[in-house]
């Protein structure tokens, strides 16, 4: 099992830039896959990016271009750098986590085992 916890959520104005944090704990192994996933009032949850290791990185369309996922494998954290935020980015944005065996899409909320509590984006016009 993993622990997650998400911080450096905030209130910013479009155009403007917020690095996510998620700090892990447990069993965290070079493979382990984490996600970024939100959602926003009345929608479902969907991912928004995922790493596995280093190098296997998903991105949805939806922020393609504009978001950045990364790894500090020494300190068991993992990031998400967002620029250009829109109004439409704003969700609570969690991180999650799967150990192996590893299966199905990493933007998938269903693909992760572990959750963190969330850390809210508002993105204002």
């Known amino acids: 099992q993993v622990q997650l916890v998400e911080s450096g959520g905030g209130s910013v104005q479009s155009g403007g830039s917020l690095t996510l944090s998620c700090a892990t704990s447990g069993s965290t192994p070079s493979q382990l896959r984490v996600g970024w996933l939100r959602q926003a009032p009345g929608k479902e949850r969907e991912g928004v990016a995922g790493i596995t290791g280093n190098t296997i990185i998903s991105y949805a369309d939806a922020v393609k271009g504009r978001f950045i996922i990364s790894r500090d494998s020494a300190k068991n954290t993992v990031f998400l750098q967002m620029n250009n935020l829109k109004v439409e980015d704003t969700a609570m944005y969690y991180c999650?986590?799967?150990?192996?065996?590893?299966?199905?899409?990493?933007?998938?909320?269903?693909?992760?085992?572990?959750w963190g509590r969330g850390t809210q984006v508002t993105v204002s016009s």
């Open positions: 999650a986590a799967r150990n192996s065996p590893l299966y199905g899409s990493q933007l998938s909320p269903t693909a992760y085992d572990d």
